[in-house]
């Protein structure tokens, strides 16, 4: 039995995992397939994360709910809310999702450089209490040992 991940770290893989879960969608889409199975056909495919957010819509939808209205429960969704109400407005109006789809995909691996680039930037901030507590020791040690030590045998010698 595997043990249940924080909501944190779910949410951090959903983020990573919202790409391919979009272009995946989309590609069903281009190729002919309903709205409400290409969620089923990507849930079963999909990492855990991103499997139950996709189940869940699957599941509205095979309870009776409009496949629209499926998706526009989760347009409060932190991850999928942005890219679930534009799939709710296409259903709806009878338009095609897969360029929405494939436009959310390219702008979620957008937003994924441009955090790590930000958390890139300050890993030398993060760094330096570190490095200066291993170094410290060091130079008091190579520095400031050798001279306290002459001026006490030149003093007492």
């Known amino acids: 039995m595997s043990r249940p ?3 944190r770290a779910v949410h951090r893989a959903q983020l990573a995992e919202l790409p391919a879960a979009l272009d995946f969608l989309a590609a069903c889409l281009e190729v002919g397939l309903p709205l409400s199975r290409a969620v089923r056909v ?6 855990a994360a991103t499997a139950g957010v996709l189940a869940a819509v699957a599941a509205r939808s095979a309870a009776g709910h409009a496949t629209s ?3 526009t429960g989760m347009r409060s969704h932190p991850v999928w809310g942005r890219a679930a109400a ?3 407005g296409a259903e709806r109006w ?3 999702a897969a360029g929405l789809l494939r436009a959310h995909a390219e702008d979620a691996r957008q937003d994924g450089a441009d955090a790590a680039m930000r958390r890139a930037r300050t890993v030398g901030v993060r760094s330096a209490l570190p490095l200066m507590v291993c170094f410290l020791p ?3 040690l ?6 306290v030590a002459g001026l006490v045998t030149d003093l007492l010698g």
């Open 5 to 7: 991940r924080a909501p």
């Open 42 to 47: 990507v849930a079963d495919i999909s990492p």
């Open 69 to 71: 209205e499926a998706w």
């Open 86 to 88: 534009d799939i709710a």
């Open 94 to 96: 009878g338009t095609s």
């Open 138 to 140: 060091s130079f008091v």
């Open 142 to 147: 190579v520095g400031v040992v050798p001279i």
